[in-house]
């Protein structure tokens, strides 16, 4: 759906078709239109006024220089399977900022319903706080606490809202509709990495690096149309003169004229050095593609690794501390410990909390990202419960397609044993393997930035995202 709606589909489709286009006209006999001349001579105005009168008029078409004609051909060809697998790239990189979109939205929503759980015990403390200052058993400044812990809480919940309505806003921009594709169901961590081993095949199946490959062959037939393009292209035709001499009847004649430029560094310099200086950037695209492909290879399965520890800690840590939340907040009540102790053990608690949220979605987010990594953009249900539909992410490559329940389905155990692990740490997000400000990992050192930050290289027709990460704004800071 994101993909029937992403408007460079359709720009990369002109391209497409526009160089094949280019190819069906390199078929033609002649090296381009006809040309027609003529030309009309007297001497009624200027001259000797004798009656001297002449018409000329010729018509001849450029001729193919030796293989220039299937030179010619063989670049379009080459430009149009270039744009197509243009096509791919985008289509991949789509699929990404979808996950990035998806994975923000839940995220946002997992804020939600911890503020709101955080808000509830905060306030229960404070009314709690209130009954027993009335009482005379708290004082005034125990009250000032609890309301303020209250009121904070009342406000991360009004900003956790505000971020989940931006969070769904850009992905129905990207969708069209407000509904969230379901990435929680996939949990086969093993799988995922599993099709990341067979680097090779990972680079060779990448769309990035077949983009590149297929820039370098045209630019190695631009540079065989350069060699063959050697000179201008000599001209072949048939003119006629008729004409009117002083003293004689109307004479008609008819020839042929041939016109042949001879050959020269000035015509074929320029050509030859744009053809190599094609050649040598396609030759830096696909090595640096390739060079992409394997960091990214390396970062997904470190990633999935990382990401699964990260959860287990992260929901020990949050089972953990809120347990021990409430076994001090009983404790207050029975006068056994004073109130701060509470109000801080809950704050930690919601702390590990939103933690163990992230470290959740980082997980299933690494996973889907290293299997759009090996080539698969699945296809998400959405995660509302009155739709049911399916939705796709991008849609499924054509050369890979219905690994969706063989995926899932393998997830079972890993989600088992993800489960046995409980709770979350404050570090929940860096044993993840992700920054504050990624929410999917490092960019990748080696791509290249332009100025806006689009991590886009562009050489020629070539476009190559430097990397299809992209990173998200800091996270609201736990109070």
Request: net charge neutral; no cysteine.
């Amino acid at each position: 759906m994101a993909w029937r709606l992403d408007p460079n589909r359709n720009e990369l489709t002109v391209n497409r078709r526009t160089a094949e286009s280019r190819a069906k006209a390199a078929g033609s006999w002649f090296a381009g239109g006809p040309i027609v001349s003529g030309s009309y001579f007297d001497d009624h105005f200027i001259g000797s006024n004798e009656g001297y009168t002449t018409y000329q008029g010729e018509v001849s078409v450029p001729l193919w220089l030796p293989g220039q004609g299937s030179a010619t051909r063989s670049v379009a060809q080459a430009e149009a399977e270039g744009a197509e697998k243009q096509a791919s790239v985008a289509h991949m990189a789509l699929a990404v900022r979808l996950l990035d979109a998806t994975a923000a939205a839940l995220l946002a929503q997992k804020r939600v319903a911890t503020t709101a759980a955080f808000h509830t015990a905060a306030s229960r403390i404070s009314a709690d706080v209130a009954h027993a200052a009335r009482l005379g058993e708290m004082t005034q400044a125990d009250q000032q606490m609890a309301d303020a812990t209250r009121d904070t809480a009342r406000t991360d919940y009004a900003m956790a809202q505000e971020e989940t309505q931006n969070a769904v806003s850009a992905l129905e921009a990207l969708l069209g509709t407000p509904e969230i594709p379901d990435i929680l169901a996939y949990t086969a961590t093993e799988s995922a990495a599993l099709r990341l081993a067979y680097t090779n095949a990972v680079e060779e199946n990448d769309p990035r690096v077949q983009a590149a490959t297929k820039e370098r062959d045209a630019a190695r037939a631009a540079m065989q149309l350069a060699r063959r393009s050697f000179m201008p292209n000599p001209e072949l035709g048939v003119g006629g003169i008729h004409e009117k001499q002083y003293g004689s009847p109307w004479d008609n004649r008819v020839g042929v004229n041939f016109t042949m430029p001879l050959p020269s560094a000035v015509h074929s310099a320029p050509l030859l050095a744009a053809a190599r200086n094609r050649q040598a950037a396609a030759d830096r695209q696909d090595i640096l593609a390739r060079r992409m492909v394997r960091q990214e290879v390396a970062q997904a399965r470190a990633r999935l690794q990382a990401t699964l520890a990260g959860l287990k800690s992260a929901r020990a840590a949050a089972l953990a501390l809120e347990n021990r939340a409430t076994l001090l907040e009983r404790s207050w009540r029975l006068k056994e410990t004073p109130l701060d102790d509470a109000i801080r053990a809950r704050q930690a608690a919601y702390t590990a909390a939103m933690a163990r949220d992230r470290a959740e979605i980082l997980w299933h987010a690494a996973i889907v990202r290293a299997l759009i990594a090996t080539g698969d953009l699945p296809g998400l249900a959405y995660a509302s419960p009155t739709q049911h539909h399916l939705s796709t992410i991008g849609g499924a490559m054509p050369q890979q397609a219905g690994w969706s329940a063989q995926t899932a389905g393998a997830g079972a155990g890993a989600g088992a044993g993800a489960g046995a692990g409980a709770g979350a740490g404050a570090g929940a997000g860096a044993g993840a393997g992700a920054g504050e400000n990624d929410l999917y990992g490092a960019e990748n050192a080696s791509g290249v930035t332009d100025a806006a930050g689009s991590a886009t290289q562009r050489n020629g027709g070539l476009r190559i995202p430097a990397s299809l990460d992209t990173p998200q704004p800091d996270d609201a800071a736990a109070p």
